[in-house]
């Protein structure tokens, strides 16, 4: 789990873990080129100044207040 410090407040990001607490996005993260990390780090830039806000084209609704990036 990484935690962010954004403005007053402290968001923190949860990534899913498998059964053998593996957490997938790591190992996607690490693959990513330069310029796809880049683009991925413009969405959590948006993240951090809108919050919970953020809403499509940048973050969709799945349920129950979960949203995906």
């Not at 990390?37 to 959590?44: M, N, P, T, W």
């Not at 084209?57 to 349920?63: D, F, N, T, V």
Request: glycine share 8%.
């Amino acid at each position: 789990m990484a935690k962010l410090t954004i403005g007053k407040g402290v968001w923190t990001m949860v990534y899913w873990s498998d059964t053998m607490g593996k957490q997938p996005v790591e190992a996607w993260f690490d693959a990513l080129s330069d310029e796809q990390l880049s683009s991925v780090a413009d969405e959590v830039k948006l993240l951090e100044q809108c919050g919970n806000d953020l809403r499509l084209p940048h973050s969709k609704a799945l349920k129950d207040g979960l949203f995906e990036l």
